[in-house]
């Protein structure tokens, strides 16, 4: 066991995020091929600092407890004096009697800074909480946050070169307005720092040098508004109400509205941008609104699209005032959920409001502060060449489920509210721990000491201090006398235990790396945690019943077989457990009770896919090879390349699962001379370790016919060292990236987010989809970012991280 936080963090902060070029040795998926095997018990948190009771005698027989801490040098620290801490000759003996607690450090220290910096007024609703998600979240990892919004780009501008003269680590920030803050974090990335992006702008993520960008997926908010319009016969003209200038995602949804709602049109009203909290609810702004709805500024409207939840409650009070004359009008938002509209008559709603969207604002929070912890723990930001992108999918939150369920509604706004109270406090402390002493004062007058540590869960843990833990009666006078140190526990240490079930195999090297990352997750949160993989169903259906049986309090499974697992996710969920799924699956995550689900989007890799085909000019069949059978992730997979490919065909070859690299070699040798597939050109291959398979068994078929198979591989390895530059340039032609690094890590995030946010079961209609957008590692840009020596140490420093990860798991 280590003390604070594990060796291999601090090694790996200076590890690399990076592309693969083809034409170079290029490790992309950051982990080397060391086995992890299949753990099944439970991984304890790091322990806190060394402690030890120093007591000190007096004349009379009575006796003064101390507290000492060790510092990170060896030394013990000043003696830190509980409130209650003095023993008489009269205290009670034969029992346990215990001082009043101190406050210690539990010898993390403050972390490097980390700015967020985004757009729009301060106390917008929308970012008050983010803001208070993002502080539980950085709370968890003990990061030092800092948070500002600002209304104008300059401003924001500006705040962003505040963090650059000091010193941030990592700069998160919106790009609502690209033109203002490009420079600044272009600058930034240049002297240093590490760079995430937010919420809006996501097509400029790239151009200012980001590693990983977070948000809704703005176009489907507004494309879900509108099919919502048309399924309640809705067909005359909407108004898409605007809240702030400039802003490329409040444009994006109504962009989304307008290509898909059926109706007579959309008609954008830009409203005057709002400073504070009191301009929100400004006469000025809903007097605006009552008179577009009224129909003094044009045509009446059918129905209002709202994009945040202070103008959703501008137009609902614009609404109030216009006495019936808006009578029929339906009214949505993007952002606002039913908290938000307390006050306000349920006549009123019911009349106008059936369904609101859910913009995930809470798990935008979290996630930006996990995007931030997990690059600048494991990527160097100069190998980046393009940022992973993560967007949430819109939602549904409905009105009737609102009105059935009232007093929890009101139990998450209480909670919200001291959410967002808490998070006003900006000024970071090292992270701290309480402490105190228990005295066993025996009936011979010698005292035994011990110390306890306040757990997570609230309680009182004892540990006992070693050889030497007793004053005896004969004790000099006048001076402290010292007991033995111990390490204090984690509070985390009993803390809920965290499940977390995969199929696949343990030695596919996709599971390793996420595995790995996932780890990382856990340790930087303290978190309890186990880990399975299985390659059958049932196995993994097993493994969910232990975990619900043992008491977890999340658990996280893949879906890749959603008839196996679901029976045995939903018992737990009643169980009490809250559920997270991932990797596979996500359209059957609502039927596993899921909360959150997190997943590269399968169906997005055949459309990128057909247009590298297309520029190798292949017209013929092609092959998708699927390593797993009945995987439902790796059939979308196909099914996207089926429906994207224009060309002949698209053969659908299935593996052996289990079977060793030299038995799929031979399989797939077997499969592409079949002379059902002597044309095939090319294979899209869904893994690392089938495309590695791929490359061998291709290469034979090249010697012994002189036929050149192209590959296209979903996912890498570093294992690609290990074959020849002739080989690679002969067969591989793309590298998708597969977003495990971030999949394992985001995994982990959501399970602490669901455990610390606990919204009530019944609420959950439908899960939090978070989907990485698949892409084509670039290798030219991979090329020019690393130099073999550079390369040499990142394999070198991939390893050892591996190996220390897997040396914290015994």
Not at 16 to 32: K, M, Q, R
Not at 102 to 128: E, K, M, N
Not at 466 to 483: C, E, I, M, Q
Not at 710 to 727: E, K, M, N, Q, Y
């Amino acid at each position: 066991m280590t003390t604070g936080k594990p060796e291999y963090i601090r090694m790996s902060r200076t590890q690399a995020w990076v592309t693969i070029a083809l034409g170079l040795v290029i490790a992309f998926t950051t982990l080397a091929g060391l086995s992890l095997v299949n753990v099944a018990k439970a991984h304890p948190p790091a322990e806190g600092p060394s402690v030890r009771i120093s007591a000190l005698k007096g004349d009379g027989g009575t006796v003064t407890v101390a507290i000492q801490v060790m510092g990170p040098d060896g030394t013990w620290g000043e003696r830190l004096l509980p409130a209650k801490s003095l023993l008489t000759t009269t205290s009670p003996y034969d029992t346990w009697l215990r001082s009043d607690a101190v406050s210690i450090d539990r010898g993390r220290g403050l972390s490097p800074l980390f700015c967020v910096v985004a757009h729009g007024a301060p106390d917008d609703s929308f970012w008050l909480k983010f803001r208070a998600f993002l502080y539980q979240s950085a709370n968890l990892t003990d990061s030092d946050i800092r948070f500002e919004t600002h209304l104008s780009g300059a401003d924001q501008a500006a705040a962003i070169e505040r963090c650059i003269a000091d010193n941030a680590a990592m700069i998160a920030s919106t790009m609502a307005s690209p033109a203002d803050v490009s420079g600044p974090l272009i600058r930034a990335k240049a002297e240093g720092a590490r760079i995430v992006t937010f919420n809006a702008g996501l097509e400029h993520a790239e151009s200012v040098g980001s590693q990983a960008n977070i948000g809704l997926n703005d176009r489907a908010a507004g494309e879900l508004a509108a099919r919502e319009f048309n399924q309640r016969g809705i067909s005359g003209q909407i108004v898409c109400l605007i809240h702030e200038r400039d802003n490329l995602s409040l444009e994006d949804r109504c962009d989304g509205l307008e290509a898909v709602y059926g109706g007579a049109g959309v008609t954008r009203i830009r409203l005057e941008e709002a400073a504070n909290d009191l301009e929100h609810g400004s006469t000025s702004r809903i007097d605006r609104i009552a008179s577009v709805l009224g129909g003094t500024e044009g045509p009446p409207y059918d129905a209002v699209l709202a994009l945040n939840a202070d103008t959703m409650r501008q137009t609902l009070a614009a609404v109030s005032r216009l006495d019936g004359a808006a009578e029929g009008l339906r009214i949505t938002a993007v952002g606002a959920t039913f908290d938000d509209l307390v006050g306000f008559p349920e006549a009123l709603l019911e009349q106008h409001v059936d369904v609101l969207i859910s913009d995930s604002v809470e798990t935008q929070g979290f996630f930006v502060a996990s995007a931030m912890e997990l690059i600048y723990n494991v990527h160097n930001g100069r190998f980046a060449s393009q940022p992973q992108l993560w967007l949430a999918q819109p939602s549904l939150i409905r009105y009737q489920t609102a009105r059935e369920n009232t007093d929890e509604f009101e139990s998450i706004s209480a909670s919200l509210e001291r959410l967002i109270e808490q998070s006003r406090t900006t000024e970071r402390q090292a992270a701290q721990g309480d402490v105190r002493v228990a005295a066993f004062h025996r009936l011979d007058g010698s005292i035994v000491f011990a110390i306890e540590s306040l757990g997570a869960d609230g309680r009182w843990i004892r540990q006992d201090l070693g050889p030497r833990r007793v004053l005896h009666v004969d004790a000099p006078t006048g001076r402290w006398l010292s007991t033995s140190a111990v390490k204090l526990s984690s509070p985390s240490e009993h803390a809920p235990l965290f499940c977390v079930v995969t199929h696949g195999s343990k030695q596919d090297y996709y599971w390793k790396v996420w595995r790995a990352y996932m780890h990382l997750a856990g340790h930087l949160a303290d978190s309890n945690f186990r880990y399975e993989s299985h390659l059958d169903g049932a196995d993994q259906a097993a493994a969910i019943d232990q975990c619900s049986a043992d008491g977890a309090a999340v658990i996280a499974s893949t879906l890749a077989d959603p008839e196996a697992v679901t029976d045995s996710l939903l018992a737990a969920k009643r169980a009490g457990a809250r559920i997270v799924t991932f990797n596979s699956g996500d359209r059957h995550a609502a039927a596993a009770g899921s909360e959150i689900h997190v997943a590269l989007d399968d169906r997005e890799v055949g459309p990128i896919a057909t247009r590298r085909i297309a520029e190798e000019g292949i017209t013929g069949p092609i092959a998708c090879i699927i390593h797993e059978d009945g995987n439902d992730g790796l059939e979308e997979r196909c099914d996207s390349l089926e429906q994207s490919y224009t060309g002949a065909s698209v053969i659908r070859l299935r593996l052996t699962e289990g079977a060793t690299n030299a038995q799929i070699v031979d399989e797939l040798i077997t499969a592409l001379t079949d002379p059902r597939h002597v044309d095939i050109e090319l294979a899209m291959v869904l893994n690392a370790d089938t495309m590695l398979n791929a490359l061998d068994a291709f290469d034979q078929i090249f010697t012994e016919s002189g036929r050149s198979i192209r590959i296209l591989s979903i996912g890498a390895t570093v294992d690609l060292a290990r074959v020849s530059l002739d080989i690679r340039n002969r067969h591989l032609r793309a590298l998708f990236n597969d977003s495990v690094e971030s999949q394992g890590y985001l995994v982990m995030s959501a399970m602490q987010f669901v455990h610390n946010y606990h919204t009530p079961a019944e609420l959950v209609g439908s899960p939090q989809i978070w989907m990485a957008s698949p892409y084509l590692l670039d290798s030219a840009k991979a090329r020019a970012a690393v130099t073999a020596e550079e390369l040499r140490w990142l394999i070198t420093t991939q390893r050892r991280y591996v190996a220390e990860a897997a040396a914290d798991d015994e």
